[in-house]
């Protein structure tokens, strides 16, 4: 079992759907949590991070964290054909040097 | 202010053929990072560089070679290609931010080899 699992999709949805993703560790250790998001042919790009538990909200976006359950999730409001991509969770101890990467969730919004 | 540059973008090998993909930042990071990005495989770390002048393996090290050349400057070394190091390749670097390694990517080079 990986440390990071991340279901790959595809996640279909129609445009202006609330989109959940979602991620689960077996890291106790871990306590940073990044969201990336990498469009088609592009590196990743980070999203939004948050420290232990607790929801971090920037625009549309909407990370959450929940230790006691070893879940993490990202909500996307109002989702936009913009939003397609792939979207990679990230996890890294403190002092840590090198966050663990979950696998990538593609997502696809139509018009 | 570029962020992450990676050189070259696109590059096709022969079996046997060596080369270095180039990587730059300009963010003064102290950490740089090379992965490989496989279908349903994600990102897999290759070497790591936590400060100039230190390197280390990370999960799939073997046939690549690093050096990191100063502050700004990380490469990766093929010495003898291999099919199954046909992959799209990232550079990142980071900066603890309260301690997470929020890391910023390269836009990538695709490597085939033949």
């Known amino acids: 079992q990986k440390e990071v699992e991340q279901d790959p999709g595809p996640l279909s949805v129609p445009e202006g759907a609330i989109v959940s993703l979602n991620c689960t560790y077996s890291n106790s250790a871990f306590q940073y949590f990044m969201w990336y998001r990498q469009y088609s042919r592009k590196g990743p790009e980070l999203l939004m991070y948050?420290?232990?538990?607790g929801n971090k909200e920037d625009g549309r976006f909407t990370a959450q964290v929940d230790k006691s359950s070893k879940y993490i999730s990202l909500f996307i409001r109002d989702s936009q054909p913009s939003d397609s991509a792939t979207y990679l969770c990230a996890m890294s101890a403190r002092g840590s040097y090198i966050p663990t990467f979950g696998r990538g969730t593609s997502l696809i919004v139509h018009p | 202010n570029a962020g992450v540059t990676q050189t070259p973008k696109f590059q096709v090998l022969k079996t046997g053929q060596s080369m270095t993909l180039q990587c730059a930042q300009d963010m003064n990071h102290n950490s740089m990072y090379w992965y490989r990005q496989d279908p349903g495989m994600g990102l897999r770390l290759i070497y790591y560089?936590?400060?100039?002048?230190?390197?280390d393996k990370g999960e799939v090290p073997n046939g690549y070679n690093v050096s990191r050349l100063n502050k700004r400057e990380f490469s990766l070394r093929l010495e003898s290609a291999a099919p199954s190091q046909t992959s799209v390749y990232f550079c990142?670097?980071?900066?603890?931010?309260?301690?997470?390694?929020?890391?910023?990517f390269g836009p990538g080079t695709r490597l085939l080899v033949l």
């Open positions: 990142a670097s980071s900066e603890p931010a309260g301690g997470a390694e929020t890391q910023y």
């Open positions: 560089s936590a400060s100039e002048g230190t390197t």
């Open positions: 948050t420290y232990s538990s």
